[in-house]
């Protein structure tokens, strides 16, 4: 009786099982690259699910002051680079920063206005993409773990295979965007930051370093920068 209370479990296991993609358990094949065979697998736009950084202030930066973002990918005049246009919506306000990025051996690598390098890790999700980032900002290098998708959600199982992945590689708790608060949309009225960014070259990114690294001095010039965005309350 037992036996065959087995064979009977095996076999519905198995017939369970005919159909599906194994499901990812562990950190070895939660941690896996993907190959990205052009940049058009990339190409179009994904909204930013989660984010995992180590750079110091940035969870509690987004979490406070970073409502949604988006971002489009569009091909560059060379064959093998990559235009992406970030939109971010910060106190009800539009903002947008431009950079070209180079895919070479399934790496996207940007040199401008930061050094970064990104690979891609597997997921369940269809239509998501998680990124898996280096970020040289003067002499220090910064982790992170991105989730996008093509939708401006995604599943409960979707995010809880991202969190599992953010664990693996010993990163900080993500910061879950709330999708709800709406999308910028690319039109006019978004302000270029892009100018801003470049115009100091690497000091200024070496300063940034330093800055980021002084919580209470960022999160202080950052409420002022906003509160003089925003209308006056009373
Ligand atoms: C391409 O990437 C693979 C794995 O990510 C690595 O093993 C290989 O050395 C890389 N090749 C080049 C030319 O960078
Ligand atoms: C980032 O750096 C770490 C440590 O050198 C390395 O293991 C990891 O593969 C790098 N990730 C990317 C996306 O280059």
């Given at each position: 009786?037992?036996?065959?209370?087995?064979?009977?479990a095996?076999?519905?296991?198995?017939l369970?099982?005919v159909g599906?993609s194994?499901?990812?358990?562990?950190?070895?094949?939660?941690?896996?690259?993907?190959?990205?065979?052009?940049?058009?697998?990339?190409?179009?736009n994904?909204?930013?699910?989660g984010?995992?950084?180590t750079?110091?202030?940035?969870p509690?930066?987004?979490?406070?002051?970073l409502?949604?973002s988006w971002?489009?990918?569009?091909?560059?005049?060379?064959?093998?680079?990559?235009?992406?246009?970030q939109?971010?919506?910060?106190?009800?306000?539009?903002f947008?920063?431009?950079?070209?990025?180079?895919?070479?051996?399934?790496?996207?690598?940007?040199?401008?206005?930061?050094?970064?390098?990104?690979?891609?890790?597997t997921?369940?999700?269809?239509?998501?993409?998680?990124?898996?980032?280096?970020t040289t900002?003067?002499?220090?290098?910064?982790?992170?773990?991105?989730?996008?998708?093509?939708?401006?959600?995604?599943?409960?199982?979707?995010?809880?295979?991202?969190?599992?992945?953010?664990?693996?590689?010993?990163?900080p708790?993500?910061?879950?965007?709330?999708?709800?608060?709406?999308?910028?949309?690319d039109?006019?009225?978004?302000?270029?930051?892009?100018?801003?960014?470049?115009?100091?070259?690497t000091?200024?990114?070496?300063?940034?370093?330093?800055?980021?690294?002084?919580?209470?001095?960022?999160?202080?010039l950052l409420?002022?920068?906003f509160?003089?965005?925003l209308p006056s309350?009373?």
């Amino acid at each position: 009786m037992k036996m065959a209370i087995i064979v009977l479990a095996a076999l519905l296991l198995t017939l369970l099982s005919v159909g599906q993609s194994a499901p990812l358990t562990d950190c070895d094949s939660l941690t896996r690259r993907v190959e990205i065979t052009g940049r058009d697998q990339l190409l179009g736009n994904w909204r930013h699910i989660g984010e995992s950084s180590t750079v110091p202030v940035a969870p509690n930066m987004m979490k406070r002051f970073l409502e949604t973002s988006w971002a489009q990918l569009t091909a560059a005049d060379e064959p093998d680079s990559i235009i992406i246009k970030q939109l971010q919506k910060v106190f009800g306000r539009c903002f947008f920063l431009k950079a070209k990025a180079t895919l070479m051996n399934s790496t996207l690598s940007f040199v401008s206005p930061f050094t970064i390098v990104e690979v891609f890790l597997t997921t369940s999700c269809p239509d998501c993409l998680v990124v898996s980032s280096n970020t040289t900002l003067g002499l220090t290098t910064y982790s992170g773990l991105q989730l996008l998708s093509r939708r401006d959600s995604v599943t409960p199982a979707e995010l809880d295979e991202y969190r599992k992945q953010v664990k693996c590689l010993n990163l900080p708790d993500p910061v879950i965007l709330n999708t709800e608060r709406g999308y910028c949309l690319d039109d006019a009225s978004v302000q270029d930051l892009t100018p801003a960014i470049h115009s100091g070259g690497t000091d200024v990114m070496a300063q940034m370093d330093e800055l980021l690294k002084n919580k209470a001095a960022i999160e202080q010039l950052l409420q002022g920068v906003f509160n003089s965005l925003l209308p006056s309350q009373n």
